[in-house]
C-alpha cells in the first residue's frame, strides 16, 4: 500500500520568513513522482513543485524548494521569503501509475 | 488555466435529488480522477478512470457512480442526496496519450454542490 502521511495540520510563519512543511511516504516502488499542491481560499488546487525520484538533485521553483530523501522517504517544502499569498492549504502527493495519493494537507498562516 | 474543465461551478439541491457532474480533461490526457472535498477536509478519492475503463475506486458510496466516455470526457452522477453530500468535488486529469513520461494531475475548479 502507498501512503502519504503530513503530520503538521497547522503552521504558522511571520512574513518574509522561512517555513518548511513535512512530508513523508510509504511506497515499494521505484519509480514515482512527488509533488507538493498549493490550495488557496479559492479552493483551487495549484502545483507548486514536482520531484522525479530518480533524480537526486532537489527541486526548486523560485521561493519553494523541497528537500527529498529518498531512503528517508521524506519530502519537505521549504518556503523562502514567506508572503501573505502563501497562505494557503498545502497537500503533498505521491504518483505511480498514473495513481494519485495525497496527504491530508498542512493549513499554512502567513502574519504580517 | 489548468485546461480541464468543470461543469457546473455551483449546484443547489434538495435531498433525495440526482445530480450529474461533468468533466472535460486537459486535452490528450487519458485518465480521469474524481475527489470529494468537505469544507476544512482533505481531499477524498473517490474513483479513477483510464481511456474509458474504471481503473481504481476508492471512497465512493454506492449512491454515486461515474463513467468516462469515448472523448473522454467524465460524469459524476450522484443520487439520493444527502446533506452531507455537500462538498466541493475536484475532477483531475493527467496522463496524456502517448506520452511515456509521468506527469502532475491537473485539476479543474471544482463543482460546489450544496444540498438542502
Known amino acids: 500500500a502507498q501512503t502519504v502521511t503530513q503530520s503538521q495540520p497547522e503552521m504558522s510563519v511571520q512574513e518574509a520568513e522561512t517555513v518548511t512543511l513535512s512530508c513523508t511516504y510509504d511506497?515499494?516502488?521505484?519509480?514515482?513522482?512527488l509533488f507538493w499542491y498549493k490550495q488557496p481560499p479559492s479552493r483551487q488546487m495549484i502545483l507548486v513543485i514536482r520531484?522525479?525520484?530518480?533524480?537526486?538533485q532537489n527541486a526548486t521553483e523560485n521561493r519553494f524548494s523541497v528537500n527529498f530523501q529518498k531512503a528517508a522517504k521524506s519530502f519537505s517544502l521549504k518556503i523562502s521569503d514567506s508572503q501573505l499569498g502563501d497562505a494557503a492549504m498545502y497537500f503533498c502527493?505521491?504518483?505511480?501509475?498514473?495513481?494519485?495519493?495525497f496527504g491530508s494537507g498542512t493549513k499554512l498562516n502567513v502574519k504580517p | 488555466d489548468s485546461g480541464v474543465t468543470q461543469t457546473p461551478k455551483h449546484l443547489i439541491t434538495a435531498t433525495g435529488q440526482r445530480v450529474t457532474l461533468r468533466c472535460s480533461p486537459r486535452?490528450?490526457?487519458?485518465?480521469v480522477y474524481w475527489y470529494q472535498q468537505s469544507l476544512d477536509q482533505g481531499l477524498q478519492f473517490l474513483i479513477q478512470?483510464?481511456?474509458?475503463?474504471?481503473?481504481a475506486k476508492g471512497n465512493i458510496l454506492e449512491r454515486f457512480s461515474a463513467q468516462q466516455f469515448p472523448d473522454l470526457h467524465s460524469e459524476l452522477n450522484l443520487s439520493s442526496l444527502e446533506l452531507g453530500d455537500s462538498a466541493l468535488y475536484f475532477c483531475?486529469?493527467?496522463?496524456?496519450?502517448?506520452?511515456?513520461?509521468?506527469?502532475?494531475?491537473?485539476f479543474g475548479q471544482g463543482t460546489r454542490l450544496t444540498v438542502v
Open positions: 483531475a486529469s493527467s496522463g496524456r496519450q502517448g506520452s511515456t513520461a509521468n506527469t502532475e494531475a491537473f
Open positions: 511506497t515499494s516502488e521505484s519509480d514515482y513522482y
Open positions: 520531484q522525479e525520484a530518480y533524480k537526486q
Open positions: 502527493a505521491l504518483e505511480n501509475f498514473n495513481k494519485f495519493y
Open positions: 486535452s490528450g490526457d487519458l485518465s
Open positions: 478512470y483510464y481511456n474509458g475503463e474504471e481503473r
